[in-house]
């Protein structure tokens, strides 16, 4: 996939783009259903399907109270969108003057002028331009004059309710990765290099991989499991611990990942968690006995809750 950063709204002089538009926060099952139906649409007509998003979230140029955390970086976007077969992800960067342009001046500057849209998939619920002020049923009449279609997708539902960023943080916040999941379509992870710890976790027979996970939103503390991609594509099942440490006096949160089967050094690998059970809670132990037999009946539930995963991924 081709990624674009749309510094100048220059024309790319794509192929017929078929483009759906977002922030595809998490690239959650909402977002898959406009990205297959772009795809699908490029494919029918020979043309190329885009992504457009922003770059950094409007929340933060708009400097609103509350920014929400993030659930992918842009390069986790890129990969996702990429799997679900886009071909290129155009990273429109969100500025006052991009907030401030009209709903007008953003089909003709930025759909029909930079991207070349031909046709256009959105949500049924989509808002665009200045304040939000146009909706799908606008931008279909702006496309006719423009040059380009409007599809108009209803909104994935989950539980009764419509699928949203919002609500996998919701879900994580809680710990119930399992529900996060469920919305995602996939287990969320996070990315993340190994850092030096106390080294506590060998010497009590489970050996920890302590990662950092730079800015990404981590759920509720507590004990998961799930699989761990390596550098070199092995994905051993991991249980991961979120949390302060408190039976060690631990003031601050960490991530630490015991990779079940696994040996070797870690330090400085870029690692991949991904939470797809929830094991407990966190809690304080009265002592490293105690603590060893609970982490022995951790990795015993990881194993019967999750498959083996594939060696490779």
Same mark, same amino acid.
């Given at each position: ?14 192929a017929? *783009? ?5 922030? +595809? ?27 457009l ?79 939000q002020?146009?909706?799908a049923?606008?931008?279909a009449?702006?496309g006719?004059?423009?040059?380009f ?9 989950d539980?009764?309710? *419509? ?8 879900a994580?916040?809680a ?13 969320? +992870? ?47 099942l991991?249980v ?34 991904? +939470? ?38």
């Amino acid at each position: 996939m081709h990624l674009v950063r749309l510094e100048t709204l220059t024309p790319l002089g794509l192929a017929s *783009p078929a483009v759906t538009i977002g922030n +595809f926060d998490g690239v959650h099952r909402g977002h898959q259903a406009l990205v297959r139906e772009t795809v699908a649409r490029a494919r029918t007509t020979g043309g190329v399907s885009v992504a457009l998003t922003f770059d950094p979230h409007p929340a933060q140029v708009l400097g609103r109270a509350r920014v929400p955390a993030e659930l992918t970086t842009l390069e986790q976007k890129s990969e996702l969108l990429e799997a679900l077969g886009t071909d290129v992800l155009a990273v429109l960067p969100f500025t006052r003057a991009v907030a401030a342009l009209t709903p007008e001046a953003f089909a003709r500057e930025v759909l029909a002028g930079a991207v070349g849209a031909r046709h256009v998939v959105v949500g049924d619920t989509f808002r665009f331009g200045h304040r939000q002020a146009g909706n799908a049923f606008l931008l279909a009449a702006l496309g006719t004059a423009l040059g380009f279609s409007v599809q108009a997708v209803p909104p994935v539902l989950d539980e009764g309710r *419509p699928v949203s960023s919002s609500r996998v943080r919701e879900a994580l916040a809680a710990g119930n990765v399992a529900h996060a999941g469920a919305l995602l379509g996939r287990p969320y +992870f996070v990315d993340g290099v190994v850092v030096e710890g106390d080294r506590r976790g060998r010497t009590i027979g489970f050996p920890t991989a302590n990662l950092d996970p730079g800015e990404g939103l981590l759920p509720a503390r507590g004990v998961y499991a799930g699989p761990c991609r390596l550098s070199d594509g092995r994905a051993p099942l991991a249980v991961v611990n979120v949390g302060q440490r408190p039976t060690f006096g631990g003031r601050t949160v960490t991530v630490e990942a015991h990779l079940l089967d696994f040996a070797g050094d870690l330090y400085g690998e870029r690692l991949r968690l991904s +939470f797809a059970a929830h094991l407990r809670d966190e809690q304080r132990f009265d002592g490293v006995d105690a603590l060893v037999a609970q982490i022995r009946r951790d990795v015993e539930r990881a194993r019967a809750l999750l498959p083996r995963p594939p060696e490779r991924v």
